[in-house]
């Protein structure tokens, strides 16, 4: 069974940075497709950037410019830089060939 454990949240301030981790319970399941959500109660998840198996990348349109998503040692990393409040949310890694989320690490930006 495939699982994916999300970890780098924090609380910050708007403007500064976090990088998130992604990590596969296989080095092998981190190579297909991963992408980023993210989740704020009472909305619906929210697609962030995702990586697929060549390489090939996307991210939402808020986060462009902002956000960095690659990959390396075995994770997927979500770097967010230039933090703003509506950045506050649960994000959560996605793998969509195992239908497999991870449990999310909680992002709280507010000064």
């Known amino acids: 069974q495939v699982q994916l454990v999300e970890s780098g949240g924090g609380l910050v301030q708007p403007g500064e940075s976090l990088k998130l981790s992604c990590a596969a319970s296989?080095?092998?399941?981190?190579?297909?497709?991963i992408e980023w959500y993210r989740k704020v109660p009472g909305k619906q998840f929210e697609f962030v950037a995702r990586?697929?198996?060549?390489?090939v990348i996307d991210y939402a349109d808020f986060v462009k410019g902002r956000f960095v998503i690659s990959r390396g040692n075995a994770r997927v990393y979500l770097e967010m830089n230039n933090l703003r409040s509506e950045d506050t949310a649960v994000y959560h890694c996605?793998?969509?060939?195992?239908?497999?989320w991870g449990q999310g690490t909680q992002v709280i930006v507010s000064s």
């Open positions: 296989s080095s092998l399941y981190i190579t297909n497709t």
């Open positions: 990586i697929d198996s060549h390489g």
């Open positions: 996605h793998r969509p060939a195992s239908a497999t």
